[in-house]
């Protein structure tokens, strides 16, 4: 018998669904709630590593995922010359192991739809529009009440809510993000024939600019620069500074500029980092993903770490038949050593970058790879 018998989970995203989907495959009955009102995801694509992979497969996901997305088993880096030369090809290592792709793009919104319509296949009740209102908890369970009025009593409660959880809130853990000191320009546009993997050039008017195949038909581009406050520009505006950046750059940049024509299309966020340190629970509430970790994504391992502590915390859970803060603590044990490490490699190539130094980027990227080659 697993731990919990019942079980709310905070956050519909990624981590949130597979969550979900994780406990419910082993008998939990378990409640999602989600505040936005259908499934959404921001941004307009996401990369997945092996490792990401690995967690897709066990969810039983990664052939309708493969379908959508786009596997790739390089990173093709140019120079930032009118060109595009291409400098190098770098095979990417197979961290989720040798039958899975190295990495895959995906459109987000495609994957957020894949893995909430698998949760509600398991049985898990979804419920949009709706999150935590209040929580109290005792000895044996967490009594919840939401913001459309209803109430709840469950034994446990994951936080999945990203980066502003409501739920570490709740709790008044006080864990707020850092800026990195880069903010990047996210676009969906089309897919040139020729780009058949991630590419990236570095130098020019962005530290990085570079674009990912989400599809046959996708992409989804990036153009890194500065932090600054881009939260009042119109339409207009964002249009301009996001093809005058792209404007600077060769070889396939050329086709995804003419493109580059909705500003809908476009989102900009800064690179931010924290981690918490353990515990990640606090009684029987305990916090996953984005809501305790975040990182640059220079080694789009974001997703990845979620997934991971989504198998994990369904694996502690239902190997254990007693609740208890032993139990909880032995997840947050588990998984901060390699979530600590990942970010921090995370943030060095970021530093680098901002400091335009030439550190033994091939080195780092081996190391991460090989940690997360390994089981989580």
Aim: proline share 5%; aromatic share 6%; charged share 20%.
């Amino acid at each position: 018998m697993a731990a919990v018998q019942n079980v709310l989970v905070v956050g519909g995203g990624v981590v949130g669904a597979a969550t979900a989907t994780f406990l419910a495959d082993a008998g939990v009955s378990v409640d999602l709630v989600e505040i936005t009102p259908d499934v959404t995801a921001l941004g307009s694509g996401i990369t997945l590593q092996g490792n990401a992979l690995r967690v897709l497969r066990q969810l039983g996901v990664l052939d309708e995922c493969l379908a959508l997305g786009y596997p790739a088993e390089q990173l093709v880096i140019r120079a930032p010359d009118p060109a595009g030369t291409v400098v190098a090809r770098v095979a990417e290592h197979r961290s989720g192991g040798p039958d899975l792709p190295a990495s895959m793009g995906m459109y987000r919104p495609d994957l957020a739809r894949v893995l909430v319509g698998r949760a509600e296949r398991a049985g898990v009740k979804v419920q949009f529009s709706t999150t935590l209102q209040e929580l109290a908890q005792d000895d044996a369970g967490v009594d919840v009440r939401f913001t459309d009025g209803s109430t709840g009593r469950y034994d446990l409660v994951v936080g999945a809510d990203g980066l502003r959880s409501w739920t570490r809130r709740l709790l008044g853990v006080p864990l707020e993000t850092r800026s990195v000191g880069m903010g990047i320009w996210r676009v969906f546009a089309p897919r040139p024939a020729d780009v058949v993997s991630s590419e990236a050039v570095y130098g020019g008017p962005c530290y990085i600019a570079g674009y990912t195949p989400t599809s046959e038909d996708s992409l989804y581009a990036f153009l890194v620069e500065d932090a600054q406050d881009r939260t009042t520009v119109t339409d207009e505006e964002k249009l301009a500074v996001v093809r005058g950046l792209a404007g600077a750059y060769g070889g396939p940049w050329r086709e995804i500029l003419a493109s580059i024509t909705d500003p809908a299309a476009i989102h900009y966020t800064w690179f931010e980092e924290y981690l918490l340190d353990a515990p990640w629970h606090r009684g029987r509430v305990v916090l996953v993903g984005d809501a305790v970790h975040t990182c640059p994504p220079t080694l789009a391992q974001g997703a990845a770490l979620g997934l991971e502590d989504a198998a994990v915390l369904a694996e502690v859970l239902t190997g254990a038949d007693t609740l208890d803060d032993d139990l909880l603590a032995g997840f947050a044990a588990r998984r901060l050593p390699r979530v600590s490490e990942v970010v921090e490699a995370s943030l060095t190539l970021a530093r680098w970058q901002l400091a335009h130094e030439q550190g033994d980027v091939p080195a780092l990227m081996g190391r991460i790879a090989q940690l997360t080659s390994a089981p989580a």
